[in-house]
């Protein structure tokens, strides 16, 4: 079955950086879009990044210019870098595959991990 494991939460100091990854099984990796999401306390879960099977990226602007969302099809795995951090970055952040072709509206979903950026 699917399968999406984040890995490299934390707690990190506003400015700092840290690096995200999932690990994918269960399906064929390299033709599916790819995304993270986070959700912050008492807020909607958003998504933040996609890359498509081949390459292209998007953000949602306020990640854009300080996040960066990448893959690995021989690994099999997502990773998000992101820096600047400030407080306001402070989520449970999600992996995220499409189950279908139409988009993001049914996902694969990881488990979370969590993200906290101190003042």
């Known amino acids: 079955q699917v399968q999406l494991v984040e890995s490299g939460g934390g707690l990190v100091q506003a400015g700092g950086s840290l690096r995200l990854s999932c690990a994918a099984s269960?399906?064929?990796?390299?033709?599916?879009?790819m995304g993270w999401y986070r959700q912050a306390p008492g807020k909607v879960r958003e998504l933040i990044a996609t890359?498509?099977?081949?390459?292209?990226?998007d953000y949602t602007d306020s990640v854009r210019g300080r996040f960066i969302i990448s893959r690995d099809n021989a690994e099999k795995t997502v990773n998000l870098q992101m820096n600047s951090l400030s407080p306001e970055d402070t989520a449970v952040y999600y992996c995220?595959?499409?189950?279908?072709?139409?988009?993001?509206?049914?996902?694969?979903w990881g488990r979370g991990t969590q993200v906290t950026v101190s003042s």
């Open positions: 890359i498509s099977s081949d390459g292209k990226t």
């Open positions: 995220a595959a499409p189950r279908a072709s139409t988009g993001w509206g049914r996902n694969y």
């Open positions: 269960g399906f064929w990796f390299p033709v599916k879009p």
